[in-house]
Structures are given as structure tokens and as C-alpha cells.
């Protein structure tokens, strides 16, 4: 799930980062920090940049590696550990059909936190299950619910970027949350897909 | 508990090493690519800035004007209950929506608290505990024309939430 990169739905922060400005200053009006908020609002615009510098170096450190492991076929190897579950997950796709392959190594690349390569790999596995989508092409099937529940909850083996984040902000252990994040992020999984699978099961009993 | 620890001690020595010789070990070239995968990192870092000064100056705004501490003062009744500390808020509210946004949220989080906190740690857990999910949905089911996306919001939510708790718990357990 740690994943580097952009990622977010414009139309719902526009209001959002409207809400914090607006009312902030509103707030600094009756308070009478117009002076604090002004020095804030620069101090915080210097430290963005200061977080980009700190995080460069330790980003381009991490994706190098990264891209060592993506050629060596380190997706590949997991994809093939994973493929078991996966069957169990989707009992709607046939074994050896094509989307299979795609949400493997769609899944592979979250848990390793390779974002530039999930995302390709997400969109040709909804293409594959969409054409295994035999009712309105325009309402998800139950197997396009469980691959956005796998992987809005996947496992992440090793956050990359928060470490980086971390070792930027000058702690003293950077990488002293992985066994924590693994744990949580476990959980997280776990109650995704039994989520999915109830959620499934109930609306299938009362045969919608 | 220590095996924990010791995963956390050794996992980015392992990585250093580890990931360089397996590749060489696959015939990879091991520095060319290491290179390649360097600049993507660089351009993914310069890229988000724009996002980081927009949603930093927001919060920093938001705080020192004593908004923050407006709503922390509302919504405290209930997320005390649960037992999350008030600062880590904005984090839950932004994480489903916005990657480079949720960063921003972190990196504001571990320079005013500190990233060895309990809240510092705390927000770096759900960081990578949790996911983009609205932004999944809609790039996912977008791409393929989907309109209606059934119950996954409602379980990527969830499983969000799930997340958060969990990270909490998970905190209270190993730094609490």
C-alpha cells in the first residue's frame, strides 16, 4: 500500500483544501493571528521544500534498488507464492485465464511498494475482468469488489517511502515502524477480504 | 517482541545488499539499473512538491490560526473513545483521498511532533498500513467504464478504518 506517487481524486480535496484555508484565515480573524498565520503559511512552503531535499536522495536510493529487484523478477517470484490464494479469492475467473496473471503481479507490486509498476498492471487486470463481466458492462462484478479490496488492503512487505520520510525528518530509527506496519497492514488485509467475502456472500443470499 | 525489533534493525542492511547480489545473481546490470530506477525516484520527488507546499501551507493555516484546535475540541468525544490522539486526524480524513496529500500530512506530522513520538510513529504506521482507496476506485473502475461500484467503497473504507485501528493498537502494543 505504501506506494510513491501523486494518487488522489481532485474534486473532493478542491473543497478540502478550500475548508482548511478558508476557514483557518476566518479563525485567525477572530483570534487575532494574522500575523502567526502568515508566518506559518511561509515557514510551511519552506518546509515542503525542505521534506523534498530529505527525501530525494533516500527516493532515488529506493527506487534504484527497487528497479534491481522488479528486473530480477522479484515480482514474479511472489506472484508465484500468491497465485494459490488468489484462485481461492476469485472463484468466479477461470484458473488459468489472463486476469490472473494481471491481479498476481498487480498484487506483488503493492506489497513490495512499486507503484509505477502496480498501476499498469491494475488497469489490464480490471480490462480482463471486465471482459469476463457477462451483466451491465457498467456495474462492477463481484470480482472487480475483491480486487479493489485486495488491493486498497494489501500487505506492505517494506514501506519504502515512510522510512525514507522518516530518516528525512531526523529520526533517530527510521526503519523501527516495519514489523509494526507489517503487523497492521496484516490486519488491514485481513479484515478487507473477510469484509468482501461477507459482504458477497449476504447480498447472494438474498439473491441480488 | 525482539524478533520485531530485529526484522526493523536488519531489514534495510538486508535490502543493500541482498536486492544487488540476487540481481547480479539473475544477470541483471545491477548499476545501470540501479541508475534507472534512480531518476524515476528523483522525477517522482520533484513531481510531488507542488502537492506538499499546497496541502502543508493548508494545515499549517488551519493550525496556527487555532482552527485545528476547534474541531480537535468537537471531535475529541469520539475519537478519544477509540483512543486516537486528536493530531492524527487530518492524516485519517486525507489518506483515502490523496497519496502525495496523506505524505504531506506525515511529513507536517513528524516535523511538528517528531517522528520518534507515539505520534510520529503512529502516523508512519497508518501511512503504509492504509491506501488511496477513492483514488483506486476511480482510476480502477474509470478505466474500464464502470459507474457503479457496488459495495467496494463501503469495504475499501472499511478496511481503511481497519487499518487505522489496527496501526493504533499495533502502536500502543510495541511503543506505547
Known amino acids: 500500500m505504501d506506494r510513491i506517487g501523486i494518487r488522489e481524486v481532485a474534486p473532493v480535496l478542491n473543497g478540502i483544501w478550500l ?16 500575523q502567526a498565520v502568515t508566518d506559518a503559511a511561509f515557514a510551511a512552503a519552506r518546509l515542503a521544500i525542505d521534506t523534498m531535499i530529505g527525501l530525494a536522495g533516500l527516493n532515488a536510493l529506493w527506487m534504484g534498488l527497487m528497479k534491481i529487484a522488479e528486473r530480477s523478477g522479484l515480482m514474479e517470484g511472489l506472484a508465484w507464492l500468491l497465485r494459490p490464494l488468489v484462485r481461492w479469492l476469485f472463484p468466479s475467473v477461470p484458473r488459468d485465464h489472463p486476469a490472473v496473471g494481471a491481479i498476481l503481479m498487480n498484487i506483488s ?26 451483466g451491465d458492462k457498467e456495474t462492477a462484478t463481484e470480482a472487480m469488489c475483491t480486487f479493489l479490496a485486495l488491493n486498497t488492503s494489501c500487505i506492505t512487505l517494506i514501506p519504502g517511502s515512510i522510512i525514507a520520510l522518516r530518516a528525512a525528518s531526523g529520526s533517530a530509527n527510521p526503519a523501527e515502524i516495519v514489523g509494526a506496519t507489517l503487523i497492521a497492514s496484516t490486519f488491514a488485509g485481513v479484515v478487507g477480504i473477510l469484509l468482501d467475502w461477507l459482504v458477497r456472500q449476504s447480498l447472494r443470499a438474498r439473491g441480488r | 517482541m525482539s524478533w520485531v525489533s530485529a526484522l526493523s534493525l536488519w531489514a534495510i542492511p538486508a535490502l543493500l545488499a541482498g536486492i544487488p547480489l540476487w540481481g547480479a545473481f539473475r544477470r541483471v546490470k545491477v548499476y545501470e539499473t540501479f541508475i534507472e530506477g534512480a531518476e524515476e525516484g528523483l522525477q517522482i520527488t520533484v513531481r510531488i512538491v507542488p502537492y506538499l507546499v499546497g496541502m502543508m501551507v493548508a494545515l499549517a493555516v488551519f493550525r496556527e490560526s487555532g482552527a485545528m484546535d476547534l474541531v480537535a475540541r468537537l471531535i475529541s468525544p469520539v475519537t478519544a473513545r477509540l483512543g486516537f490522539p486528536t493530531e492524527i486526524l487530518p492524516l485519517m480524513i486525507v489518506r483515502p483521498l490523496s497519496g502525495a496529500g496523506a505524505l504531506a500530512v506525515t511529513a507536517d506530522l513528524l516535523k511538528t511532533q517528531h517522528p520518534d513520538s507515539f505520534i510520529g510513529r503512529l502516523a508512519s504506521v497508518m501511512q503504509g498500513s492504509t491506501d488511496t482507496t477513492f483514488y483506486v476506485l476511480t482510476v480502477y473502475f474509470g478505466s474500464v467504464g464502470v459507474r457503479r461500484p457496488r459495495y467496494a467503497p463501503v469495504v475499501g473504507l472499511a478496511a481503511d478504518f481497519a487499518g487505522f485501528l489496527s496501526a493504533l493498537y499495533v502502536c500502543n502494543w510495541f511503543f506505547g
Open chain 1, 19 to 34: 475548508f482548511l484555508m478558508v476557514v483557518g484565515v476566518a479563525v485567525a480573524a477572530h483570534t487575532g493571528k494574522a
Open chain 1, 109 to 134: 507490486a503493492n506489497m513490495l511498494g512499486l507503484g509505477s509498476a502496480a498501476t499498469p498492471m491494475g488497469l489490464k487486470a480490471m480490462q480482463e475482468l471486465q471482459r469476463l463481466n457477462d
